[in-house]
């Protein structure tokens, strides 16, 4: 095993790592930069985690619309229980 372990199954190795670095230090190019929005639904109201269980189904449709949407998949879930609870006028 190399020193610098694994990703996905595959061993990095000194040579993908230079291509990296050397990827790095010339800005990346070609490469689109994507920026994620990361917000509370109110600067007054603290983030909380919530774990929850989900049928793998919604996962797997949660990720796929984050990387089309160029959102996080805790910015889904958070809008969609923002918009439930306000349905329901529990919160404002």
């Not at 929005?37 to 109201?45: I, K």
């Not at 990720?63 to 439930?84: F, N, P």
């Amino acid at each position: 095993m190399s020193k610098w372990g694994k990703v996905n199954g595959v061993e990095l190795t000194d040579e993908m790592i230079d291509a990296i670095e050397a990827n790095a230090l010339a800005g990346f190019p070609g490469v689109e930069v994507v920026e994620y929005a990361r917000h509370s639904p109110s600067p007054a109201m603290k983030d909380e985690t919530l774990n929850v269980r989900i049928p793998a189904g919604y996962k797997r449709a949660i990720e796929a619309a984050a990387i089309a949407d160029h959102v996080t998949q805790s910015a889904i879930v958070r809008d969609a229980i923002g918009a439930w609870l306000m349905e329901r006028e529990l919160v404002a």
